[in-house]
């Protein structure tokens, strides 16, 4: 737009910006030739290349440890928040273990009960029963 020969305000209009941003940008373009982004250095990495293939290693192992285990179990001294970066950018996620209930022994009586008392039963009868053991539902 600016090389059609609009104006700053008239691109700030246009595409919704401060005049400051086109200025910017166009001032970039004229000194660099281009308007793309740049790489920014970030900080210094707190973790050694070694130390990030332990962590990895760790997780492969055992996939449901957390973040805090793994920095202890490696006695490492960066925050829970690194080595969760450092799985991350390994191309690791975050897992939970599943919770199931536990069984008691009145569960285990009552399915005994249950099977002995429908043990005899026919094909008939056993097409019109719906089992729901095998899923928790919560409303």
């Not at 008239?10 to 400051?20: K, M, N, V, W």
């Not at 001294?77 to 690194?82: E, F, I, L, R």
């Amino acid at each position: 737009m600016a090389m059609a020969g609009s104006t700053l305000s008239e691109i700030a209009r246009h595409l919704g910006i401060s005049r400051t941003t086109v200025y910017f940008w166009l001032r970039r373009y004229e000194e660099e030739g281009n308007v793309d982004a740049r790489k920014s250095p970030g900080g210094t990495k707190k973790t050694t290349a070694e130390e990030e293939r332990r962590i990895v290693e760790a997780v492969n192992r055992n996939p449901f440890l957390k973040s805090s285990e793994v920095k202890r179990q490696l006695q490492l001294t960066v925050s829970d928040g690194t080595v969760r970066r450092r799985l991350h950018s390994s191309g690791l996620r975050c897992h939970a273990a599943a919770v199931k209930e536990k069984m008691t022994d009145s569960h285990k009586e009552r399915r005994l009960q249950f099977a002995q008392r429908y043990c005899d039963e026919g094909l008939d009868f056993w097409a019109r029963v719906i089992f729901s053991d095998e899923k928790t539902f919560s409303s």
